[in-house]
């Protein structure tokens, strides 16, 4: 079952493509043999109503898919889809909650609904200069685009862009670039979701000159196809050059990880190789997570060393060269960590865990010392548990994440932190 919606009458920011990259949608999905509902130009009203229904009809089992084309805004870690002539009435960002669509709601709905599979497609990063002019005076860092959001267990959410950035709309009457490639790749046989969304990146970020990147974190504990046979998670990404790192080589193909040794899937794959595949975002990590030993080394320490990565270095042996590897983008890291296993102390109702917020290979429980990974620090002061990012915010400060609580914050690039090298994505 779809629900699709395509908002662009917006008499403050029209957006004249909305329709019909909402239409084309609905097409192709119709194509792929799903039920589809679909709202063009719909008021908050009327959104609400067809996600009610859509919330019925889920409960009959099947698999569920929502998307939105139109403006939407971030606020305080929330998303928030604009309706028709909700621009004229939110005229302060405290409006945001009752005069639009919070995804939240939609989230909740669907979960509830218990059926097999969610997939929300959010085209909904496009620039809005209205929605910008809210937070002038709110002390809100950075309004653009949508917040990253963390999902319900059996849910992926994609976004047309990063989170926090602003994606292309058409022009004259054509499609998006997102939706361009996304209704080219979504009916081919045998891709699974995250192949589908792995090819509409790379071709986006192509056609954009890297202008627009597509971004998705999965919750799904399970392989989907939109067309069988469903064949094997294989990420098709190129080679990656780091960015902000001094005196970095130009990357250059790297040779196909080797068979997985664990069925598809399994969130994490041991590719015999060093390195490990996470079937859920097609990003391939370092098998060790500890090469660089217990003392870290800085953020711009960091940049280079994993820019200097290559086969026959920390045990990879994946004929990958230097450049191909980096760091995690935030992004990747909040993709990476399963919170339901971070440390947290016991007590009102919360059961005690030391941590690592990290699963095992299969998904089915918490991490353990070579399953998947190795090195992965389970003592030590709390320096030794966090791990840099490739993402920095403002004058000289980057994020990092620790490992333990799941917990991603900023700090200065000079303490010394783990480094955990990552290739393919972006």
């Given amino acids: 079952m779809a629900l699709v919606i395509g908002n662009g009458a917006y008499l403050e920011e029209p957006l004249p493509n909305s329709p019909s990259d909402s239409e084309d949608m609905a097409t192709v999905l119709k194509q792929v043999g799903f039920e589809v509902m679909v709202l063009k130009d719909a008021s908050l009203e009327a959104m609400e109503t067809a996600i009610q229904q859509f919330g019925e009809k889920l409960k009959k089992g099947g698999t569920g898919f929502f998307y939105f084309a139109g403006h939407g805004v971030q606020y305080q870690g929330e998303n928030y889809l604009f309706p028709i002539g909700?621009?004229?009435?939110?005229?302060?960002?405290?409006?945001?909650?009752?005069?639009?669509?919070?995804?939240?709601?939609?989230?909740?709905?669907?979960?509830?609904?218990?059926?097999?599979?969610?997939?929300?497609?959010?085209?909904?990063?496009?620039?809005?200069?209205?929605a910008r002019s809210l937070f002038i005076g709110s002390g809100?860092?950075?309004?653009?685009?949508?917040?990253?959001?963390?999902?319900?267990?059996?849910?992926?959410?994609?976004?047309?862009?990063?989170?926090n950035k602003t994606a292309l709309d058409g022009i004259g009457g054509c499609n998006s670039p997102y939706v361009k490639y996304l209704k080219q790749e979504l009916p081919k046989p045998g891709l699974s979701i995250f192949e589908v969304l792995t090819n509409v990146r790379v071709a986006v970020k192509k056609e954009t000159k890297n202008r627009q990147?597509?971004?998705?974190?999965?919750e799904l504990d399970r392989k989907f196809?939109?067309?069988?046979?469903?064949?094997?998670?294989?990420?098709?990404?190129?080679?990656?050059?780091?960015?902000?790192?001094?005196?970095?080589?130009?990357?250059?193909?790297?040779?196909?990880?080797?068979?997985?040794?664990?069925?598809?899937?399994?969130?994490?794959s041991d590719n015999g190789d060093g390195t490990v595949t996470d079937n859920r975002t097609g990003l391939i990590w370092m098998k060790n997570a500890n090469c660089t030993g217990r003392r870290g080394m800085s953020w711009i320490n960091a940049m280079r060393w994993a820019a200097e990565l290559a086969h026959g270095r920390c045990g990879i042996r994946d004929g990958s060269?230097?450049?191909?590897?980096?760091?995690?983008?935030?992004?990747?890291w909040h993709a990476m960590l399963d919170r339901r296993y971070r440390a947290q102390a016991g007590g009102a109702g919360r059961q005690w865990n030391e941590g690592p917020a990290l699963s095992n290979a299969a998904g089915t429980g918490q991490w353990k010392e070579g399953d998947a990974f190795s090195g992965v620090k389970t003592d030590g002061m709390l320096l030794q548990k966090r791990y840099w990012s490739s993402t920095e915010e403002g004058y000289n400060a980057t994020y990092f994440v620790n490992i333990f609580s799941g917990r991603v914050a900023l700090i200065g690039q000079s303490p010394s932190y783990g480094v955990w090298a990552v290739r393919g994505g972006q």
């Fill in 86 to 130: 909700a621009m004229r009435s939110v005229t302060a960002a405290g409006h945001l909650r009752h005069r639009t669509m919070n995804v939240g709601y939609l989230l909740a709905t669907m979960e509830e609904a218990k059926n097999n599979l969610n997939l929300v497609i959010l085209d909904a990063c496009r620039n809005n200069p209205f």
């Fill in 140 to 163: 809100v860092k950075n309004p653009d685009g949508l917040a990253l959001m963390e999902v319900p267990t059996g849910t992926l959410i994609a976004y047309a862009t990063r989170p």
């Fill in 213 to 218: 990147v597509p971004w998705f974190y999965s």
């Fill in 225 to 268: 196809c939109f067309v069988e046979p469903c064949g094997q998670v294989v990420a098709q990404t190129p080679a990656v050059v780091v960015q902000n790192a001094p005196s970095q080589p130009v990357a250059a193909p790297v040779s196909p990880p080797a068979p997985v040794l664990e069925p598809s899937s399994y969130r994490y």
């Fill in 321 to 332: 060269r230097k450049g191909d590897w980096r760091l995690p983008t935030v992004e990747e």
